[in-house]
Nanobody, 122 residues
């Protein structure tokens, strides 16, 4: 089972930037579907961005143009660069992974999850 550890969360002012990192073990990002989800206070978990094994990406409309997902297969690490952050981006952010087949932002299909990292935008 893939193990995921997130880092990089914190508190920033509106308009600022953060970069989240997710290190995968017991699995290779070159062969996985990787994604970021978030859970705002009082709301359901929602998909943010994904990157499939060949590097193709997909974003939620709410973050398109502001967030960028990338990966370094040599480091087994996935990143989420968040720019022009807004208070509405405040949430617990989770890294998730699954096999490469059927790579979409449907959280029910992901079988590996990180512990989450808090992002607070004021």
């Amino acid at each position: 089972h893939v193990q995921l550890v997130e880092s990089g969360g914190g508190s920033v002012q509106a308009g600022g930037s953060l970069r989240l990192s997710c290190v995968a073990s017991r699995g290779s990002t070159s062969s996985l579907c990787m994604a970021w989800f978030r859970r705002p206070p009082g709301k359901e978990r929602e998909g943010v961005a994904l990157i499939e094994r060949f590097g193709h990406t997909m974003y939620a409309d709410s973050v398109k143009g502001r967030f960028s997902i990338s990966k370094d297969n040599a480091k087994n690490t996935v990143y989420l660069e968040m720019n022009r952050l807004e208070p509405e981006d405040t949430a617990m952010y989770f890294c998730a992974a699954k096999g490469w087949f059927g790579c979409t932002l449907a959280y029910s299909t992901f079988n590996s999850w990180g512990q989450g990292t808090q992002v607070t935008v004021s």
